[in-house]
């Protein structure tokens, strides 16, 4: 069965401090992974994906995600976080049918 | 513009009532989804529709039913409801149903509140 964890239901930073949002999943087979994020009152967006290939991956809005499969984590950073970016972040798994979401996390960046 | 157009955006209506949400896609894709998203609660996959065809159920009530007429476009019809119905309706397409098909577009959600 396919399912994501997210530790964190709350993660607070300062305006221009690296942010982390964490994320663990577990799969059978190989693990396909994504990251979306939330404003209020509206739908998600896809921020980046991980299929294959280089562990690193970017995504939209300076997000990136890192792929660690021995740690079974797939974690969301950016170097330096905006006001802006204060929103809900998902982190999901893709089975055949479905996209499983985490619990989802609130960031916020304080100025 | 996210290419999944939902409405209404909004609906309010009582349990006796009978309404429909409507999405469509302008993306070319062959699968569409509706998740239900309630305060605290993950996102809960409802539908799954494959070109056309259900592929999916995840169990739910049949006061909701849903309508796939094309690959474009996909409703849910809406009757006898209850307050805890009241939710962010969420409709996705993809390309494809398969693990390996990439990643879901979403529309806005259409707020349901049920009195």
């Known amino acids: 069965a396919q399912s994501v964890a997210q530790p964190e239901d709350q993660v607070n930073v300062a305006e221009g401090n690296p942010l982390t949002v964490k994320c663990t999943y577990s799969v059978s087979g190989n693990p396909y992974l994504f990251w979306y994020v939330q404003y209020p009152n509206r739908g998600l967006q896809f921020l980046l994906k991980?299929?294959?290939?280089?562990?690193l991956v970017k995504g939209s809005y300076g997000f990136e995600a890192e792929f660690n499969k021995s740690q079974t984590s797939f974690h969301l950073k950016k170097p330096s976080a905006l006001v802006s970016d204060s929103a809900l972040y998902f982190c999901a798994v893709r089975s055949a049918n479905n996209l499983f979401f985490g619990t989802g996390t609130r960031l916020t960046v304080i100025p | 513009e996210t290419g999944v157009t939902q409405t209404p955006r909004h609906l309010v209506m009582g349990m006796t009532n009978k309404k429909s949400l409507k999405c469509e896609q302008h993306?070319?894709?062959?699968?569409m989804y509706w998740y239900k998203q309630s305060a605290k609660k993950p996102l809960e996959l409802m539908f799954v529709y494959s070109l056309e065809e259900r592929v999916e159920n995840n169990s739910v009530p049949s006061r909701f039913s849903p309508e796939c007429p094309n690959s474009s476009h996909l409703f849910l019809h809406l009757h006898t409801l209850q307050p805890e119905d009241s939710a962010l309706y969420l409709c996705?397409?993809?390309?494809?149903?398969?693990?390996?098909?990439?990643?879901?577009?979403f529309g806005e959600g259409s707020r349901l509140t049920v009195l």
């Open positions: 996705a397409s993809s390309q494809g149903t398969g693990p390996g098909t990439g990643e879901l577009f």
């Open positions: 993306l070319g894709h062959n699968a």
């Open positions: 991980y299929i294959t290939g280089d562990n």
